[in-house]
C-alpha cells in the first residue's frame, strides 16, 4: 500500500527524477546526508546503497569525500540488527572508508537505546531473537542479553507434563533478523511477553524481506516478529525505519532541523522514514 501511494505521488510530480540540477539545489539545500547501508541484513546481500555483497558500489568513495569536503555531516542509518556499531565500522573500513561509530545508526543499537532512554532498570534482562549486533549493543548498554545466537541450536521435547522453563528476570524481549530462528526461541520469547509482568516487546524493524543472496529474496524481520505477534497477541515497539524513533539520536548529533537533512535510501521504509522525521529524500536504484 506504501508502495503504492509513494509511487501514485511521484506520478503526481510529487518526486522527480535526478539530475545535475536537481543535485547541486538539493546539495545546497541540505547540511546532513543519511544512508542506508545495506539493502539486506547479511554480508551476502546483494543490493544496496554503499554496498553490494562484499563489494564498495561505484562512486561512493568519492561522493562521502565530496560531501565532507564541503563540510556536509553523514550519517550511516540501516535496518541492519545483525551487526553493532563496532562492527559495521569494520565492515566500512574493509573498503577502504573511514567511519566514526557515533556516525553509524543500526538498529540493533536503536532497540537497546530504546532501554536506555526509557530507563530499563539494569537488574532486569534482555531476551533476543536475532544476530550478534543485538548481543554487542545490549553489553555496551550495559544490559545482560539472552537468547541470540547461544540458543540457535536448542531442542524441545513435547511430551506429556512437559513445562517449558524460562527466566523471570527477563523484561523485555527484541526481535530482529535471525537466520537461525527454531521453536525453542518462539516458546521462550512468549512464555516471557505473557508471563514476566510489563515485559516490553522490541522490534528492531519489519521488513518483510530481503535479498540475501543474488537470486531471490528471503523472509525477513517482519516474519520472525509476526511469529511472536501471533503466540502473544500483541504489537511491538518498531526502533527501526521508517519508525522515527533514531531520528531522536540523529538530531541530538547533528544538532540541526530535520529540514536541512537527507535521507537516502533504496527502499520504501528508507524514503517513509525520511518523509515521516520531515527530512528530504532520495530513492537510488541499486537496491530493493
Known amino acids: 500500500m506504501e508502495a503504492a501511494r509513494l509511487g501514485a505521488a511521484g506520478a503526481a510530480g510529487l518526486h522527480k527524477a535526478f539530475c545535475p ?42 561522493a562521502l569525500q565530496a560531501l565532507r569536503s564541503m563540510g556536509k555531516k553523514v550519517g550511516f542509518v540501516t535496518n541492519n540488527s545483525t551487526k553493532s556499531r563496532k562492527q559495521y565500522v569494520e565492515k566500512f573500513r574493509g573498503l577502504g572508508i ?97 508471563e514476566n509482568p510489563g515485559c516490553l516487546f522490541i522490534a528492531t524493524d519489519r521488513d518483510a524481506v530481503g535479498p540475501l543472496t543474488d537470486v531471490q529474496e528471503w ?20 526502533v527501526g525505519k521508517p519508525a522515527t524513533f533514531m531520528m531522536e539520536f540523529l538530531l541530538k548529533r547533528f544538532n540541526m532541523s530535520t529540514s536541512r537533512m537527507c535521507m537516502v535510501g533504496d527502499s520504501f521504509p528508507d524514503v517513509l522514514f525520511g518523509q515521516n522525521s520531515g527530512c528530504k529524500t532520495i530513492l537510488v536504484l541499486s537496491g530493493v
Open 21 to 62: 540540477k536537481a543535485a547541486r539545489e538539493l546539495v545546497g539545500n541540505v547540511d546532513a546526508f543519511l544512508f542506508d547501508c545495506d539493502g539486506g541484513s547479511s554480508d551476502l546481500v546483494w543490493s544496496g546503497v554503499i554496498w553490494k555483497g562484499e563489494k564498495l558500489i561505484e562512486g561512493v568513495t568519492k
Open 98 to 194: 573511514s567511519v566514526h561509530e557515533d556516525e553509524i545508526y543500526p538498529s540493533s543499537f536503536g532497540a537497546a537505546m530504546y532501554l536506555k532512554v526509557n530507563n530499563f532498570p539494569q537488574d532486569k534482562k534482555v531476551y533476543a531473537i536475532g544476530g550478534d549486533g543485538i548481543l554487542e549493543e545490549m553489553s555496551f548498554a550495559g544490559y545482560t542479553c539472552l537468547g541470540v545466537t547461544k540458543d540457535a541450536n536448542k531442542k524441545m521435547e513435547l511430551k506429556r507434563g512437559f513445562k517449558f522453563e524460562h527466566d523471570k528476570s527477563v523484561g523485555a524481549v527484541v526481535v530482529g533478523l535471525d537466520p537461525y530462528i527454531n521453536y525453542y526461541k518462539i516458546q521462550y520469547a512468549t512464555m516471557c511477553i505473557r
Open 219 to 238: 523472509p525477513g524481520t517482519g516474519s520472525m516478529v509476526g511469529a511472536i505477534c501471533g503466540s502473544t497477541q500483541k504489537e511491538p515497539i518498531i
